[in-house]
């Protein structure tokens, strides 16, 4: 029925957030991913022009994840064609280092000069949290990660178990299985409720957009609801605007879920080229 495959849909969705980890060529020895995939040995080799990104062995540290851990590294080789295409973007091979898979990936039109940005969560209501908000060019994506143990979800006020779905316990599960065991869980080893299933999914938000003017639509989220939103935005008259940023002291800006009323401190990292679309006082 509908209800099923949305929440196939749901459970089916990639997303996470953490930091990435390089080291120059092929490090891991046996050279798997070269001998098996001719279009990253293809990259690796051309030596007509150098290489905007010389291959590379990239280890992604999934500080927080949609999906229940694998239980192994994530960790791929990479490398770029030898020149950028005529309206800039960039092509790279990313190809597990075992050689058990490879993906193409393109940089996107207009990122390769910025701006840039890039703010890692503080806090949420006053307790440790996990998020990542990052912008290139006038794409940016978002992350909220789900709480890190059970006296975490408890202050968060998030749905009990919604920590289990991140731990070893449902390491190498899919997504819909690591929640409908909790779900189960929760109500007695009884039939698992759909509501409860939802509300653990609900427990990581993860958003993507495009930045017009100061308005930072989302177009992608692993909650439907919010896409066609406002992140965040400067103009007064925004009924679909979903949060409100204000400038704290240093280098912490204030986020505001217009919803509930979250507060969430970012830590500002990097802000080259734009501003961040910080609500004056007369608007806030």
């Known amino acids: 029925d509908s209800s099923r495959d949305l929440l196939s849909k749901l459970t089916q969705i990639k997303s996470f957030a953490g930091l990435l980890m390089m080291s ?70 990313e190809t597990g280092y075992d050689g058990s898979y490879a993906e193409d990936w393109r940089r996107s039109v207009g990122t390769k000069d910025g701006p840039f940005c890039a703010m890692q969560l503080v806090s949420e209501n006053g307790y440790p949290r996990t998020g990542f908000w990052v912008r290139a060019g006038y794409t940016f994506a978002y992350a909220i990660g789900r709480p890190k143990d059970a006296k975490n979800a408890a202050e968060l006020g998030c749905v009990e178990g919604s920590d289990v779905l991140q731990s070893l316990v449902c390491a190498g599960m899919s997504l819909e299985q690591a929640a409908r065991t909790v779900s189960k869980q929760l109500n007695g080893g009884k039939k698992e409720k759909r509501s409860t299933i939802l509300s653990l999914l609900s427990t990581y938000v993860s958003v ?65 080229g734009c501003t961040l679309p910080i609500q004056s006082s007369s608007s806030s």
Request: aromatic share 6%.
């Open 24 to 93: 120059l060529g092929d490090t891991l020895g046996d050279g798997a991913a070269l001998s098996n995939d001719p279009k990253l040995r293809k990259f690796a080799q051309q030596q007509d022009k150098p290489s905007p990104l010389p291959l590379r062995t990239c280890f992604w540290r999934r500080d927080c994840d949609y999906q229940p851990p694998t239980g192994g590294l994530d960790v791929g080789i990479c490398a770029s064609a030898p020149h950028t295409n005529p309206d800039y973007t960039l092509d790279m091979r």
């Open 208 to 272: 993507v957009g495009l930045v017009e003017e100061n308005n930072w639509l989302v177009q992608y989220s692993t909650n439907p609801g919010l896409v066609g939103c406002s992140l965040v935005s400067t103009t007064d008259d925004n009924s679909l605007c979903c949060s409100s940023l204000t400038k704290q002291d240093g280098d912490i800006v204030e986020q505001i879920i217009h919803s509930d009323n979250r507060k969430r401190l970012w830590k500002i990292v990097q802000l080259e």
